[in-house]
């Protein structure tokens, strides 16, 4: 098997008896317990025995020509904020320790089952997913993929499931995405990650940040690996991906707010990357997109993160705030200044801009913006709390104008070997999932050349 396995060859070397369910996921399991590797910090609980007894019964029914799809028997790690039968759902918190087992999983996690994937364990996370930086004073934060001796973040809120996939401790990962949070950690690792469209996922049995901005996706190692794992969370059938040709694709680089402030290596990292395809033809057009400087207004109180996290959180503050994250605490309180008219005209103006803002980028293909501002900050330097602050708006700044949009956007790597992990980014409106999808695949071998 090649050095980072897709789950297309994962399926094929399954079909062909190269390899088995079983040793996939003993694999997996001798990666976490690795003592040298990130596993401890990665995952808040394994799934030892409850894995490998649905990896033989994966190989029983392969042997019997009677596995559910072509994946069935390939680890996939399930970040700590979803409902899995019988497991406390923690959100990478302590204030929920003694809360009841879930008594179902997640509809999400039902379908990554129905279709024969192994949920491996529970991955780390943000606490209550609020900070696109990945830091975690509970639970540990799994170090970044890039220069682990320095010790970089992984990006949140999905960090464990980014730093999943990035060992080879998973091969697919299921996230959360409400300003970036499935997009950032694939960033910082030099992965894949993609936030769908809001409505093509249900978000049941999952802990809510923002009913408004939440999305459901996943991680992985490739834009076909992605969309694969994509249909299976939609429910929607597992098409094969046909790459579009970078010649004619017509994409718009923002230039308002996602070109601001960018670290040195994100901007030269992204204009390689433009220069590139616009040598293979694509029509890259740079435009104004003034209705992004809403999105600061918006959330100029903290937004609907901050009053929907608060009327969730509420009690439970009351009750054990004192266990909280400060950083994640002082945010959701935010939520406690923002009155009912203040969220209604949060609601009216997010639909103006979502109206104005379509009809902008209605000509192109798809927008293209670096992922985040920053490249991963090192984890010696956020223990000031303003470092930290700032790092994580410059982290989030740009997915979460997309999340804002109700769009789709997907990161792809675009650093070079031994480069500083940068992430670039494709966006569009809400049910563009395919074509965004569509690019990414025929883009994703050519922007790192």
């Known amino acids: 098997m090649p050095d980072h396995p897709t789950l297309a060859s994962l399926a094929a070397d399954l079909n062909a008896g190269r390899t088995t369910a079983r040793r996939l996921v003993e694999e997996c399991l001798a990666r976490i317990a690795d003592p040298a ?9 394994v799934e030892r025995d409850a894995a490998l007894s649905a990896a033989d019964a994966m190989d029983h029914l392969r042997k019997a020509n009677a596995a559910p799809s072509p994946y069935a028997g390939i680890p996939v790690s399930i970040k700590d904020l979803f409902d899995i039968k019988g497991q406390v759902t923690r959100a990478g918190s302590r204030a929920l320790e003694d809360s009841a087992p879930a008594e179902a999983d997640a509809p ?18 943000t606490e209550f997913a609020y900070s696109g930086i990945g830091i975690n004073p509970h639970y540990g934060t799994p170090k970044s993929a890039f220069n682990r001796s320095v010790g970089h973040v992984p990006g949140g809120s999905s960090s464990g499931a980014a730093v999943s996939i990035a060992d080879r401790m998973a091969y697919g990962a299921l996230g959360t995405d409400t300003g970036g949070s499935c997009r950032i950690p694939a960033a910082y690792n030099g992965i894949v990650g993609y936030k769908p469209t809001q409505r093509r996922v249900p978000l049941d049995g999952g802990v809510p940040l923002s009913s408004s901005l939440d999305s ?24 094969s991906l046909r790459p579009r040709l970078v010649k004619g694709m017509r994409l718009a680089v923002p230039t308002t707010i996602a070109l601001d402030d960018l670290d040195d290596e994100v901007a030269k990292t992204f204009e390689r990357a433009l220069t590139t395809l616009s040598r293979q033809g694509a029509l890259i057009e740079r435009i104004e997109v003034p209705e992004f400087h809403d999105v600061l207004v918006m959330n100029s109180k903290g937004g609907f993160a901050a009053a929907e996290s608060y009327a969730w959180h509420r009690y439970l503050l009351a009750n054990k705030g004192d266990v909280y994250d ?41 927008l293209v913006l670096p992922t985040t501002a920053n490249t991963p900050p090192k984890i010696a330097d956020l223990a000031d709390d303003q470092a930290f602050a700032t790092q994580n708006l410059r ?34 409106a809400g049910g563009s999932d395919r074509r965004i999808f569509e690019l990414a695949a025929g883009m994703e071998d050519i922007i790192r050349v």
């Open 37 to 45: 590797g990130e596993g401890a910090r990665t995952f808040i609980h």
């Open 326 to 366: 400060p950083r994640v605490r002082v945010r959701i309180l935010r939520g406690e200044s923002i009155g009912a008219a203040d969220y209604i005209d949060i609601l009216g103006a997010r639909r103006s801009f979502i109206a104005r803002t379509e009809q902008r980028i209605a000509p192109y293909d798809a």
């Open 216 to 239: 459901f996706g996943p991680l992985a190692r490739s834009v076909a690996c992605c969309a694969a794992l994509d249909a299976v969370l939609a429910d929607e059938a597992v098409q």
């Open 395 to 428: 982290s989030l700044r740009n997915c979460t104008l997309i999340n804002m949009l109700d769009g789709c956007a997907i990161s792809l790597p675009a650093h070079r070997e031994g480069e500083m992990p940068v992430g670039l980014m494709l966006a569009a």
């Open 108 to 125: 999400v996690v039902a379908r990554l089952r129905r279709a024969g994937f192994i949920v491996i364990g529970r991955t780390n996370m």
